[in-house]
Nanobody, 114 residues
């Protein structure tokens, strides 16, 4: 019933910025949290950032000070502003919406060249 559509990925040079977005549609209620994971070959999948229903945010140590998560409740959309990108940020980024169950987006590829 609930679908997430991601956008904003692409190719960027080191030091550049990208803004990812994830728009939710369908039957949505009692949202517990929204956030982003990422996956790159040879590395464990990791939680990048999350924002709770109260607006409390958390970040992986590797992105603190560079990434900012935000939300627009009117649009049912969560964003990830990524600044000062590094090659190690290259990954497929997956957004998620935590309701009674967790719903995942299709992923958007971010490639950072050096």
């Amino acid at each position: 019933q609930v679908q997430l559509v991601e956008s904003g990925g692409g190719l960027v040079q080191a030091g550049g910025s990208l803004r990812l977005s994830c728009a939710a549609s369908g039957s949505i209620f009692r949202i517990n949290a929204m956030g982003w994971d990422r996956q790159t070959p040879g590395k464990p999948r990791e939680l990048v950032s999350t924002i709770s229903s109260t607006g409390m945010t958390s970040y992986a140590d590797s992105v603190k000070g560079r990434f900012t998560i935000s939300r627009d409740n009117g649009k049912n959309t969560v964003y990830l502003q990524m600044n000062s990108l590094k090659p190690e940020d290259t990954a497929v980024y997956y957004c998620y919406l935590e309701l009674i169950d967790t719903v995942w987006g299709q992923g958007t590829l971010v490639t950072v060249s050096s």
